[in-house]
């Protein structure tokens, strides 16, 4: 190989079935030559072995060395992500889930969130609330104003659908949902704690 140049650029994520090769064109992004390009992609960088457990973060240091063994006066030119997260998985991701999980937990969300939003609707004193507005706009004393509870229950649905930006499967809209945000967030702290944690027993080890 000539003194080429090589544009590198790691993926977020990557998954793989045990005692399996994980090869770089699997793992990155590559810009090489077009004789050299398949050959890049075909690298062996990290087997595979039972004492992973179900995670390991491949440092691009590490596929530094692999290429620079293989091609030793290659220039190397790297973007992006400094390292990724290689997850073991021993079945399909594609598996169909499970009707009866699904069901015990939109169970228990749905009876949770709904003792929720009564017992805040009870420490506010909502009906009194809704009362004292039926008053102010009719000036007629009512105890069950259902004018400004019935507007006001569907008000609470048609804002949570507006709010999670979902009906079912289907979105509303292109932008992201608060819990998506949330779950998008906790994911890259969650990668960012794996990577240091990976880093620290790495040194250990040596």
Do not use: C
């Not at 039926?134 to 804002?159: A, E, F």
């Amino acid at each position: 190989m000539s003194k080429n140049i090589v544009y590198i650029r790691l993926r977020n994520r990557y998954y793989v079935k045990p005692n399996k090769n994980i090869i770089l064109g699997k793992i990155a992004q590559i810009i090489a030559p077009d004789q050299d390009e398949a050959v890049l992609k075909q690298l062996i960088v990290y087997k595979v072995q039972k004492a992973d457990k179900h995670l390991v973060v491949i440092d691009l240091m590490q596929v530094i060395r692999v290429i620079q063994a293989e091609f030793p006066d290659v220039e190397i030119r790297t973007f992006g992500n400094p390292e990724i997260i290689v997850e073991i998985v021993s079945k399909t991701l594609n598996k169909k889930p499970n009707i009866f999980a699904i069901t015990f937990v939109w169970l228990l969300l749905f009876i949770g969130s709904g003792l929720a939003i009564m017992n805040f609707h009870h420490d506010v004193s909502m009906q009194e609330v809704h009362q004292r507005l039926y008053l102010l706009i009719t000036g007629k004393s009512v105890k069950k104003p259902l004018l400004m509870q019935i507007p006001y229950s569907i008000g609470i649905g048609v804002g949570m659908i507006l709010f999670f930006n979902h009906v079912f499967k289907k979105k509303i809209n292109e932008e992201p949902s608060p819990l998506e945000v949330e779950m998008f967030l906790y994911q890259k702290n969650l990668d960012q704690y794996v990577v240091l944690n990976e880093n620290k027993e790495n040194w250990k080890k040596k």
